[in-house]
């Protein structure tokens, strides 16, 4: 009687699986229904924790796949990764210090650490930033927006609220009906456009801001005027309050 040849071994996924040991020149990943978490962190590799596999790519980036449409992605990487993350109704979490950071989700929550740009988008998602020590970008439609400090930002926002408690320069908001909170450093402009959401400007002790407004409100400011900043702002029938913060 012949005996049968045991079947071949398994392949592993592309580039081992698990580990892709090298700094990617950017990190990728794409997912349906699941969750993503990246972590930060000291290290010269990419570990996928949980959902999927990593691809090096011959441009040096490295592809987080999920291995089923549903599955959620946990996920290590060397600090100051630059990462583009696409998901349709899943959360992202950004924990640590990473480079350019791009996310695109159609109703799942944002959430990032320290980042040097961010260009952040979701539909109905509540969107949340530590800090960008650049430019950041965010814009949603019924979530709120929460940044704690950015070099400078551009805010988009239909029905959710929008606060950024430190911008050092320039900052824009738009909104539709929900309010706007600005703690401003004072050494870019200020422009806020609003149909019914009230308006809150904070800028530092002893900045005089030179004030343009339109709209149908009185604007009501507590500072001494000057032409230290412009503050532009434009709205129907929301409450405009610019005044000192505290310090």
Known sequence: MTSMAPPPPALPPPSGGGVVSRRPTQLRTTTASGSVKLTAEDRTD??????GYAVLLDDGTVEVRTTKRSSSLEVRCPSGTDV?????????????????????????SIRTGRVDVADLRTVSGKVGVEECRGRCRVSTKSGTITVTGAGEADLSSVSGRVQIERVDGAVVVRTVSGSTTIGAAGAG???????????????????????????????????????DVVVDVATVSGSVDIGPGSG
């Open 46 to 51: 990419v570990l996928v924790e949980k959902g």
């Open 84 to 108: 583009v993350i696409g998901t349709a109704s899943g959360g992202v979490e950004l924990v640590g210090d990473f480079g350019t950071v791009s996310v695109s989700s159609a109703s799942g």
């Open 189 to 227: 402009p200020v422009g806020v456009q609003s149909i019914s959401g009230s308006i809150v400007v904070r800028l530092p002790p002893g900045v005089r801001p030179s004030i343009r407004s339109s709209g149908r409100r009185r604007v009501t400011s507590t500072c001494e005027p000057g032409d």
